[in-house]
């Protein structure tokens, strides 16, 4: 070992200067954009109201009619203080090219929205909101979990203007959304501007109704079987009680929230409307709470087509997209963006082919072996697989006839899977999954061996060739 000492470090390293880093928040003396003063109030909406209908109740069974309009005093008192204090830490800053977003009072939160990697910028009214004229904006931004950020609540006007700042500085100016037209007035043949005419009220509601029919007749027709039969055999009276608190109590439950899910299905979608934004899909639906999507045509990852069993004999069918940012979530929290609730063949194929380029949407798929019948002796009928030439086609479903389409260009990877009982059968299970995540993926239940092996080859082969055309490729 030498005993000289070790050279002198340099001055600075070797290599081109470092660029000065961008700064990760705005100056301290920036002046903050606040939110609409009733924000708080709005977001504690179902709190108060809960609050309120507890003393309504509380004043009816004591009749103290006092103590509930000093419920609600101290609720307003209180809540309007929260308020104050709430707005004293909320609010926002544009700084560059970042969305800066502040909040909390005793836990403080900064967030920062990269506007380079702006997906799209969404515009969301629920009824409470309306009602005093404002709106929130909901934020996503590529390669995000969903909807990454929201900045609720805004005037209406000024939730408009700042959209289309945020576009214009992420370098993707676009038309301002409009309201659609009201539910009473005359829906055009032809309308301006939308891909297909506004879906009519008449038919939503029936298409809404035919959809919940068949699950709510089932659990009518199996409760009440049940309770004929047992209530024959050990006496109506005693069936009929241990039934109410042990199965009908839960059932009816369970009957109404389909009913409300079916009646929230109806309001969501009501007045819908789809057209062209630029590059985008403009979708914009909504009765009580009134929402503006926007879908990326150049991040859609599949397609699925909705065919539920009494929709059938009208031929009606149901698009949904799937988009990168999207389809990031967690599979608990997966969701899709409806790009049409109720169409006929003409519409859907219209809808299909702006979603994905020369998209067909009518597709002959292959039947699992008629070994695998046993199986999914329903569903085997309406199972199958296919590739064509544009996408990666699976079926599946009973109750809801299902079609998912994966475009080459999106399958990020696939597996072929063999289970015990599969093996000794000489099936296997070809699943793609879709660019983005977990959730989306299209599978190909119950293939011959041999031919899940060739499929899932050559769809690596399609996928890898349809990616390497794609400009931009999508990350």
Known sequence: MSDEPAPPLAEAPYGPAPADPAPSAPPAGVQRQRLHPLTPLLESFR??????????IQAFTSRNFLFAIYIALGAAVVGGIASLIALQYRGFVIWGRELHIYGGVFTRSHRTVP????????????IRARLF?????????????GTDAKLAYLKADRALELRAELLAIAGRPAAAPQEPAGADEAVPERDAGLLVPQVTVKRLALASLLEALPVQITA????????????????????ATTLWVGFFAPALLGYLQSTVAMVNRFLRN??????????NLLVQR???????????????????????????SRRWRRVEVWTAAVAQQSASAVKSVTALPVGGPEEVAVVAAAAVPDLPSVFETARPPARARWRMPLRWKRTGAALTDRAF???HGLWVNTHVALPYARIQSVKVTQGRVQRMQGLATVRALAAGGLG??????????????????????RADAAAALERPRLS
């Open 220 to 239: 009518v027709a199996v409760f009440g079987t049940a309770f004929a039969v047992t209530g024959s055999i050990f006496g109506f009276s005693t069936v």
């Open 286 to 312: 909504g009765l009580t709470d009134t929402s503006h999507e926007t879908v990326p045509v150049d991040r859609v990852t599949g397609v699925s087509f909705d065919e539920p069993v009494l929709w059938r």
């Open 270 to 279: 009501g007045r819908f409307r789809i057209g062209r934004d630029g590059p």
């Open 115 to 126: 506007l380079d990697r702006l997906q799209s910028v969404d515009l969301a009214r629920p």
């Open 393 to 395: 086609v699976v079926r």
């Open 133 to 145: 004229g404002l709106a929130q904006l909901n934020i996503e931004v590529a390669g995000g979990d």
């Open 47 to 56: 709190f108060l109201t809960a609050a309120v209908a507890a003393a309504g």
């Open 440 to 461: 989306h993926d299209a599978v190909a239940l119950h293939r011959d061996a041999r031919e899940a092996v060739a499929m899932a080859a050559e769809l690596r082969e």
